[in-house]
């Protein structure tokens, strides 16, 4: 069977950063499992995936615009350190916030006087990705997946 729009693909995979750094890895874990055509994984892979089948292998590049997108200095923006009240506030510091786009994971990135600057880009905007991936099963999707629009069982969503 081949990976197409409705079927569910589990596969294994190594992600790399253009330096050659291991950013994400299934190794030692369940293989992902993902629905086709469904925007589960990001859309240069997912392309990529089409046609594939059981135990093909492929190294896959997406750039970051096709990935977590281009890094967006307007994402970068100081607030007044007041509106953390007496929250306690370091660099490095993740939150969720509503942004501008949506809800986002900002992280803190300088504390500069009374302002705090927030960085609300995915922490891999802007990285070119390298994806090894090889297949490992191709099975059709089940009416309850489509229609949510994600895979159930091993490797998806358990409820
Ligand atoms: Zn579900």
Redesign the pocket.
């Given at each position: 069977m081949n990976i197409t729009d409705k079927t569910v693909a589990l596969i294994h995979y190594t992600l790399k950063n253009a330096g050659g750094e291991v950013l994400d890895s299934s190794e030692g874990h369940d293989p992902l499992a993902y629905l086709h055509g469904a925007g589960n994984i990001i859309a240069g892979l997912e392309s990529a995936l089409e046609g594939k089948t059981a135990g093909d292998k492929l190294d896959v590049s997406v750039e970051a615009a096709q990935a977590y997108g281009e890094y967006d200095e307007s994402l970068v923006q100081p607030i007044p350190r007041a509106q953390f009240g007496e929250h306690h506030v370091e660099v490095g510091m993740q939150f969720h916030a509503d942004t501008a786009i949506g809800p986002r994971i900002v992280t803190i990135t300088a504390i500069e006087g009374d302002e705090v600057v927030i960085d609300a880009n995915h922490h891999l905007a802007g990285e070119d990705l390298n994806f090894a991936v090889e297949v490992v099963e191709v099975r059709d999707a089940t009416e309850?997946?489509l229609?949510?629009?994600?895979?159930?069982g091993p490797g998806?969503?358990e409820?």
């Open positions: 309850e997946e229609d949510h629009g994600h895979v159930h998806g969503h409820h």
